[in-house]
């Protein structure tokens, strides 16, 4: 049976899946990724996945790429640990066509999509992450093809936590939080540390994080992230022991100015800078590679309820990024972009959405990105969306500028496109179980790869003709009152690149299956079991592979403390996320948290 008919046959036997989190009140529970502006999570016509503060805080994570691992439809691409460096993809989209935002502001790297990792937030001060599936470049623009990472942080929280962990690998790391109010202005400040000897040559890391949030009533706030990273890159990015140094400095502000005429009005303005320090081969004499990007944005939006269910939301938007380089040279590109929504409630049970933006570039011309999606109840317990958009991607300027040895980029590559479509059910059934199905497909134009003929030619960047994808993304949860928690979510995916003859370093890198499962089991006398295990089929173009990951964490409080065991890659499995990157074997933990959570 060829994969395209397993997908269909899957989605005819299961044709109920759901995302994460339709907890709680699911139609008032409001969500801030899947539209222009908030909007209650019964009235999404896309499918949206939540993982949950408290989710976060039960399970064996310790990074947002580690939390990603729970959504099923995240591929996630390790070649650092604990977030060190990885690459996101989502409906077999490659790690460049995934957007990442925080709190809504771009953090997409101009340089290279290896970097839109690097999320300057530590995990304690995370508050929730809602994942956007399938194109979003009418709502944010570039870079949208297979979806959208929200990283919502903590906005009210009071008080103070912080841990210490030890572990294998010569494992040192520590965070902690705090948050105060007095009168109007609301502080937080979150620090984490994480250090390793490493597993192998090379793979040492040490990385910190700092983050500031400054808020004035419900009107205005601004935040400070910074974020420093030094990693062992051995096999990163070829066959050599490299070395790599980065950091992340993000400033984001945001103010609501009130209403005029029915319309409320806010703004935002951010500034980002990263730094890359790159040394391709340890033991040779090449000087290092040393590049620094910076981007600005600001944006002003408008939005109104009007009778009859309308709203409406329209804004614009500009920004610039540039770099200074001596691998890459001395870059600009600057962009200026205009969007609306509208938004139509019909009765109680059906919604319509309909959005357009429209980028113009200074070096890759004019982008128009329109979305259409519908929902509708047929029953209080059952959802039925479907929609349809397109997006695109500017190319970075690694994929136009960059040489090394293993690799030779050509200026003359271009913006890609896409088309994309998905239907799907949700059932959200009285017993706390949260089901539902989501088929999609993906229609991409000229897509930029990494191609070769032979294993001893460079890496050189190019347009493909077109790439397409179908799959189907099913998922099952359940939250009881008593603490406990089960999701568990798969993914199918086939992807054909009728014009790639030669061999390609990403677009025919992904996992056609992946399963994935994670659990919160309440014991006697305070226990918590945690269990995580991500089961997937890998193929490349050196062939296919299967493995399986299991993580398990351990926890038992006492009062305002609480013991935590956790244990990695326990079946001490033999894997490559990315091609010629090792992953760790097993591994062992312990860590004392104290205050609130």
């Known amino acids: 049976m060829t994969m395209r008919a397993r997908i269909s046959t899957v989605a005819v036997l299961m044709a109920l899946a759901a995302p994460v989190a339709a907890q709680g009140p699911f139609r008032q529970e409001v969500v801030v990724t899947a539209a222009a502006t908030p909007v209650p999570f019964g009235s999404v016509t896309r499918t949206l996945t939540i993982i949950t503060r408290e989710q976060i805080a039960q399970l064996p994570v310790r990074s947002v790429a580690d939390v990603l691992r729970l959504t099923g439809s995240v591929d996630v691409r390790m070649r650092g640990e604990r977030g060190g460096q990885t690459d996101f993809a989502v409906r077999g989209a490659n790690f460049g066509q995934m957007l990442v935002l925080v709190d809504g502001v771009r953090l997409n790297d101009a340089q290279s999509g290896h970097h839109n990792g690097d999320i300057p937030v530590p995990l304690d001060m995370v508050e929730r992450i809602e994942v956007l599936h399938g194109v979003g470049s009418s709502l944010f623009g570039a870079d949208a093809f297979g979806g959208t990472i929200n990283v919502i942080t903590r906005k009210d929280f009071r008080g103070a936590s912080g841990s210490l962990e030890t572990g ?272 999609f497909g993906r229609l991409d134009h000229d897509v930029i790869d990494w191609l070769r003929a032979t294993t001893a030619d460079r890496w050189r960047t190019y347009n493909i003709r077109d790439v397409d994808t179908i799959g189907v993304e099913l998922s099952a949860g359940r939250t009881l009152s008593n603490g406990t928690f089960l999701q568990v979510a798969y993914t199918g995916l086939d992807v054909q690149a009728a014009g790639v003859t030669l061999l390609s370093k990403y677009v025919l890198d992904y996992a056609p299956h992946a399963l994935s499962a994670g659990a919160v089991v309440p014991l006697p006398a305070s226990l918590r079991l945690a269990p995580r295990i991500e089961l997937k089929r890998r193929t490349r173009s050196t062939g296919t592979t299967d493995y399986a990951v299991l993580d398990l964490r351990a926890s038992r409080r006492f009062g305002a403390y609480e013991i935590r065991v956790d244990g990695t890659n326990l079946g001490d499995a033999s894997y490559q996320e990315v091609l010629g990157v090792a992953m760790p074997g097993r591994a062992v933990s312990v860590s004392l948290a104290l205050g609130v959570r």
Not at 202 to 213: I, K, P, Q
């Open 168 to 439: 294998s690998f010569g494992l040192v790391a520590g965070r902690g939080q705090v948050g105060a109010a007095r009168g109007r202005v609301h502080q937080t400040l979150a620090v984490s540390v994480d250090r390793s000897s490493g597993f192998m040559f090379e793979r040492d890391y040490l990385m910190t994080g700092v983050s500031s949030r400054t808020a004035l009533a419900d009107r205005s706030a601004v935040a400070v992230s910074y974020l420093w990273k030094d990693f062992g890159a051995n096999g990163f990015y070829g066959n050599a022991p490299s070395h790599e140094w980065t950091n992340q400095t993000l400033v984001a502000a945001d103010h609501r100015f009130g209403s005029w005429a029915g319309w409320q009005v806010g703004g935002t303005a951010s500034y980002r800078t990263h730094g890359d320090r790159f040394i391709f081969n340890v033991r040779g004499t090449a000087p290092a590679n040393q590049h620094r990007t910076h981007a600005t944005i600001a944006s002003l939006r408008a939005s109104r309820t009007m009778s009859g269910g309308t709203s409406v939301t329209a804004g614009v938007e500009g920004g610039a990024d540039w770099i200074r380089s001596n691998n890459l040279g001395n870059h600009t590109t600057r962009r200026v972009s205009g969007f609306g929504e509208w938004r139509q409630a019909l009765g109680q049970t059906t919604q319509l959405d309909a959005s357009v933006r429209v980028d113009r570039y200074t070096e890759f011309g004019t982008a128009v990105s329109p979305s259409l999606g519908v929902g509708w109840w047929p029953s209080s317990v059952v959802r039925l969306r479907a929609s349809a958009g397109r997006a695109f991607r500017v190319p970075t300027f690694t994929e136009r500028y960059y040489s090394d040895p293993a690799n030779l980029a050509r200026p003359e590559v271009h913006a890609e496109a896409a088309w994309a479509g998905e239907g799907g059910a949700d059932v959200f059934l009285t017993n706390g179980w949260t089901l539902g199905a989501t088929v």
